[in-house]
């Protein structure tokens, strides 16, 4: 019977032992699917980034062709050698675009046939330019200007677009599939990690029930059993916990990607931080840059936090790591924490997490939670709390780099105005837009100015090319404030700025005109202390559809003011006729 019993044990014991060495070889599986389930959310992040980079220096070539035209126009027009300032910078700037854009696709042997095209057709379209510029240049203004009137140019440059085009939507094209691919190879990673958690919830189910059985059949091991009890128990938790924040991470990652800003990001995140966070109160405060104060995203619970603070007022942001709050009479707490509202957290678990990516401050998440006895298990709610803000700062750092791109792709850097790009594609829908109003009878009016500071060059021969930009944004400056929401404010290039007034009639438009030469009029620039002089504006006016129907014919016609409003003096508005 004893000898009996013995084998039974031995049994048991052995049995138990594979369960064991089973189990570890599940969670180890569990921790690796996890991983690369991450490691794969990271590639599709660089995959993004890439496009990113890809679409950047398609853009900018776009825009670089376009300056080029238009120094070369301005060349062609007046005759004067400073137009051709702005095209041989844009031309320098075109070759640094097209090295930016075949180092960022040298890794792609796909991109060299469409790299092939393009650089023929910019060849193609560059070999026109100067031909035109060497024909004014010779005196022979007549045929320089046949040239640029021919159809010629027009199918070079379209032809330039074409092929930029072409091979913008190619490396779309296989910019998804590589994150289609990468999004199936998650889901699958996912379907197994689900199939190996549910296989360690059955090991641990058959180790609870081995010890059970184990408990029954001898009393002295009892109080093992017990102890194996809570373990597991304690394993089964926290397995449970790291798969439902494993689960919530690859949520908030997977949409945080598509969010369009930064508001639309912080309402996914109110919605799923705080599960996150395991705090019964707290509040998320984000920053539009690192120099600038943090304000409120969101809260939850039932406690009050500031408004807003600057980073000096948070131990957190000032070391970039955990802090927290002491609260005890002569010690270091932050002080957005130390206002009279702050009696209210009575509470001493209150801490501030860093919200950190690239080595950048993002923001500050503030958490009031209870008190964990257990030390393990206030090291193990801290280190996911940590880990999933790493992720979450990644994915607002991914997002605020993606705008970033935008925004640069858009606006010109100097005067933070709309750039030459984004008045293109703007002026041709605001005018289809006044085609459709003028068709329905309730047609307002759409005007185009087109603006030249006079004697620019003087400033930048006198005073410097710094003095020169500080004209450029003030004079921007004054655009962006005689604007409203529905106009569109841009450099056209060089000192020439050109704006779209849509639902304005003549009078208004040509009274808006002398408002904003007047105002530029009143400027006052000062270099070294010293006021360097008067800065004063050209205008021509254009208006639709009594100066031309299309965008073209509405540049021409202003350009042609323009001049005329030079010619007479200066710093005048001139509507065309």
Known sequence: ?????????????????????LLLAAIFATVVLTQRS?????????????????????????????????GQRGFLLSGRAPYLQPYYTALTQLRQSRATLGSTLSDDPSALAPLDVLDKAVAAKLQDLDRAVSLRSE???????????TDSGNQTMIAVRVALRALGTDHVRRTNQVQTDIEQEIKNYYVILGVSILVNLILLAGLLQRFRQAAIQSDTAQHAVDERNVELSRLLAVAATRNAQVQGLSEISRFLQSCADLAEAAGLLKQHLPPLMRAASGALYLAASEPDPLRQAFTWGDKTFVDSFELG???????????????????????????????????????CLPLMAYGELLGIVVLEADLVNDPQESLEIEGSRRFALEQVGLSI????????????????????????????????????????????GDYAGLALMMIDIDHFKRFNDEHGHEVGDQVLREVAQVLQSQTRGSDVAARFGGEEFTI?????????????????????????????????GRITISIGLAQFPAQGSTVEALLLAADKALYEAKGAGRNRVVVAS
């Open 500 to 532: 779209v007034l849509a639902d304005i009639t003549d009078q208004l438009a040509l009274e808006r005109a002398q408002r904003v030469r007047q105002e530029v009029e009143q400027l006052v620039l000062h270099a070294a202390g010293k006021e360097v």
């Open 397 to 440: 750092g991914n997002l605020k780099l993606r705008e970033s791109l935008r925004q640069a792709a858009i606006r010109d850097v100097l005067t933070g105005l709309y750039n030459r790009r984004f008045f293109d594609e703007s002026s041709h829908r605001e005018l289809l837009r006044a085609v459709r109003q003028q068709a329905k």
């Open 139 to 149: 005196g022979r203004s007549g045929e320089a200007v046949e040239s640029i009137l």
């Open 313 to 351: 007022d948070c131990w957190a942001a000032r070391l970039r790591q955990p802090f927290l709050q002491p609260f005890e009479t002569g010690s270091a707490s932050c002080a957005h924490l130390q206002s009279a509202y702050a009696s209210a957290h009575n509470n001493n678990n209150i801490q």
């Open 38 to 70: 991450l490691s794969r959310l990271a590639d599709s992040r660089e995959v993004i980034s890439h496009s990113l980079l890809v679409s950047k220096a398609l853009n900018d070539m776009t825009s670089q062709m376009q300056d080029a035209e238009t």
């Open 1 to 21: 019977m004893s000898h009996a019993n013995s084998n039974q044990h031995l049994h048991h014991r052995h049995l138990t032992s594979a369960i064991w060495a």
